[in-house]
């Protein structure tokens, strides 16, 4: 942190004047209720705008709302939408924008027909279903119309990135393989997946949630992430050198 401060006192560091900066944190499902897990989120996102707008970046802060996978489920909806923003909002996470992410299946859509079309998806010989070729990264299910986690978040990543220089997503580390498969499908859209900084954290007893486990990311289970946590002052040091 001291050789940070250092280097914005020396002017090394440009304060990030040109750049604005997504912050999505407290991501939650309409068939849950908040939790620990969420709690965590907002309290690192509201610490992650803190310090953005200390080194002189316009943050924004979004939050994302999965009401799309709880269809696949059949479990009822729980979540009182109006009063988790309220209750973020009161802990300082205040959302510019909130996404739904069954608004992203046009997009979807259109990205699996573009993937197709050049010859980077393929349907899969045994199932059908639709993957990247090289990578089995799954895409869409046409038994079931369902379009993967993955691919609905690199949906969004194309709509941050149209509104901002850099994307943080705040997650828990269970979320580990299903960003790699979304970093992945964003390289395939010739998007500079550096731009995306995923920020993962650790919430004890946590379950992965059933739309982003390996086995709904990956054709096979084969991925096995090597992740390091990030710890706060990490994410600082890779702002300050934007």
């Known amino acids: 942190?001291?050789?940070?401060?250092?280097?914005?006192?020396?002017?090394?560091?440009?304060?990030?004047?040109?750049?604005?900066?997504?912050?999505?944190?407290?991501?939650?499902?309409?068939?849950?209720?908040?939790?620990?897990?969420?709690?965590?989120?907002?309290?690192?996102?509201?610490?992650?705008?803190?310090?953005?707008?200390?080194?002189?970046?316009?943050?924004k802060p979004w939050l994302f709302i999965d009401n799309y996978n709880p269809q696949f489920q059949n479990n009822l909806s729980l979540l009182d939408e109006q009063a988790y923003i309220s209750s973020i909002t009161a802990k300082g996470f205040i959302p510019q924008k909130v996404i739904y992410e069954s608004d992203l299946i046009p997009q979807a859509k259109e990205i699996v027909d573009y993937l197709l079309k050049k010859e980077e998806a393929l349907p899969e010989s045994k199932t059908g279903k639709v993957i990247l070729k090289k990578e089995k990264i799954l895409l869409y299910n046409p038994a079931e119309d369902k379009y993967y986690c993955s691919l609905l978040d690199a949906c969004l990543y194309q709509q941050k990135l149209n509104e901002s220089e850099i994307c943080i997503t705040i997650l828990d580390q269970s979320y580990a393989s299903q960003q790699k498969g979304t970093k992945t499908i964003v390289s395939k859209l010739g998007i500079d997946s550096s731009k995306i900084i995923p920020f993962y954290y650790h919430t004890p007893c946590t379950l992965s949630h059933e739309s982003s486990s390996v086995q709904n990311v990956f054709l096979k289970e084969n991925f096995n992430p090597s992740l390091k946590v990030k710890h706060l002052l990490e994410l600082v040091k890779m702002l300050g050198e934007l």
């Open 1 to 59: 942190m001291i050789n940070l401060l250092e280097k914005m006192l020396q002017g090394k560091i440009t304060y990030g004047e040109q750049k604005s900066v997504i912050v999505e944190a407290g991501h939650i499902y309409t068939n849950q209720l908040p939790n620990s897990e969420q709690d965590i989120s907002i309290d690192q996102g509201v610490k992650v705008l803190q310090l953005g707008k200390l080194l002189g970046f316009c943050m």
